[in-house]
């Protein structure tokens, strides 16, 4: 029998849980899935869809000049069906509304049900995840967001799972990070070429609502806010920002799973947030807008967000140690960003972040695109906020918190370039464009300083030998650079904006 809480109105109603405690609730009950051989993220999505349906049921109030979003009307009564429906018939209803509402695929909730696995048989364990639902979150549409913070414990609590973790997770507070460093405002496109479940873009609908509480509609060009994810994850994604009460936005929030260097893909963005996936590709892109042709994904990600960034746009994103230091393609690379966008910050981020590779070594880069080109360098200098030494991390044993990151944001004043001061341990430096140019390769792994002694690596062992593995890949791939490089007359200079660079790995 279910066990929904009351609904007359002339009962009380029991305080709603907090999303963290009810997200646990919900946890604790995948334990019996689990020894089922379910992986968490299977769980995930199912949460994600009950979520859905009752987010749907909510009675929604958008404030005066916002539109109420369309997206969910959809599923109107689907909630209602399935906690009317007698234990023994709910699987079958449920996979029923599913299959419904997943037939629509030109709209963001057909997207986030399509084809989606149904983790969830046991219609005891269904009604039990149900009540849950109705009996934790607040009734009435003026905590409509509960929902979204209900999957984005539980997507902490599936990533803290050791035995599914994902790939380059990240924190939400060094998301949020990035999306202060790039600004976001009502008026801008905003875009995530590898958005995986769309924590970026969240982050940025969130930072836009806090500081512009008044009426915002959607931006007179049209611009919209979209994402790119060619795994499944796309279904999360989509429901990620359903939850979020995309409406808000004038519900000009997309998210598509196609190749992520499609040519027509993005539109021109202001702003630009990612964390684009590492490794290698196949074959290089065919992409006539890349100046340089080479089959690293990361550095193909950063080509596409050069390109795809509108003048006076900017950027933050996450990149791997070797677009910093690799030489051949990676070197002009950098040259061309240097030369043509205005690379104001970089920060060396700590190992021990990423669940599923805790010794890979990545940075912060953020960076805008000027109005219009001149004679000039469009770099003048760059500031670098070293947080990666003396400091060690382990994603379950010392995982890194948002108070590791006050004294970042402290020195770099969001916003406020101008007053930037580095910092007497030398851990926050700046370097001008003269600098970094006539390093050689234009190598930016710059380390700063640090005054204070560097307290000695107490990295759990498999840390410290996935960083040893890291270094080892980076040096081959110099030495296969520079075993290339003999073969081959030395060239005259450095390849211009339209030349094209071959990957020294791509002969292997």
Request: charged fraction near 25%.
């Amino acid at each position: 029998m279910s066990s929904s809480r009351p609904t007359d109105p002339s009962l009380p109603l029991e305080e709603a849980e907090p999303p963290k405690t009810l997200a646990d609730r919900l946890w604790s009950r995948y334990e019996r899935l689990r020894e089922d051989g379910v992986p968490g993220w299977m769980f995930l999505e199912t949460m994600s869809h009950l979520l859905l349906l009752k987010r749907a049921d909510r009675p929604t109030a958008p404030p005066p000049g916002r539109p109420a979003g369309p997206e969910l009307a959809a599923a109107a009564g689907a909630w209602t069906a399935l906690r009317a429906a007698p234990d023994g018939d709910l699987p079958e209803v449920y996979e029923r509304i599913l299959e419904d509402l997943g037939n629509r695929p030109d709209t963001a909730l057909g997207r986030a049900l399509a084809d989606a696995p149904v983790a969830v048989t046991d219609p005891l364990l269904l009604r039990e995840l149900i009540d849950d639902l109705e009996e934790g979150l607040t009734p009435g549409p003026d905590r409509s967001e509960e929902e979204g913070d209900v999957l984005e414990a539980l997507f902490e609590l599936v990533v803290q799972d050791t035995r599914r973790s994902s790939p380059h997770h990240i924190p939400r507070f060094l998301v949020d990070t990035l999306v202060r460093l790039a600004g976001p405002g009502p008026a801008d496109g905003i875009a995530d070429p590898a958005c995986g479940t769309g924590g970026f873009l969240v982050a940025a609908l969130r930072h836009i609502r806090e500081r512009h509480p008044g009426p915002v509609l959607p931006p007179s060009t049209g611009r919209r806010i979209e994402g790119n994810e060619p795994s499944p994850a796309s279904r999360l994604a989509d429901a990620n920002l359903l939850l979020r009460d995309t409406g808000w936005y004038g519900g000009l929030v997309h998210v598509t799973s196609t190749d992520p260097f499609d040519t027509h893909r993005f539109t021109q963005a202001d702003v630009v947030l990612s964390n684009p996936p590492f490794g290698m590709l196949g074959t290089p892109p065919e992409r006539p807008d890349f100046a340089v042709r080479t089959r690293d994904k990361a550095l193909n990600h950063l080509q596409h967000v050069m390109s795809v960034l509108a003048p006076g746009g900017r950027a933050a994103v996450i990149l791997p140690d070797g677009v910093l230091f690799g030489s051949g393609p990676a070197e002009a690379v950098r040259r061309l960003l240097l030369r043509d966008f205005d690379l104001q910050t970089l920060i060396r981020l700590p190992t021990g972040i990423f669940h599923s590779v805790p010794g890979v070594r990545t940075n912060v880069l953020h960076f805008t695109k000027p109005q219009s080109p001149s004679g000039t360098p469009a770099t003048t200098h760059l500031w670098v906020y070293d947080l990666r030494t003396g400091h060690s991390f382990h994603p379950t044993q010392r995982p890194l918190r948002a108070e590791d990151l006050t004294g970042v944001l402290e020195a770099l004043r969001p916003g406020d370039r101008a007053s930037r001061r580095e910092t007497p341990d030398g851990r926050f430096a700046r370097f001008t464009y003269e600098e970094l140019i006539n390093r050689d390769d234009a190598n930016l792994d710059l380390i700063c300083p640090i005054a204070q002694p560097t307290p000695p690596d107490d990295s759990p062992p498999e840390v410290i030998a996935a960083e040893i593995a890291q270094n080892l890949r980076a040096a081959l791939a110099e030495f296969e650079a520079i075993t290339r490089t003999l073969g081959q007359a030395p060239p005259a200079s450095m390849p211009a904006a339209s030349a094209d660079v071959a990957d020294p790995t791509s002969a292997a």
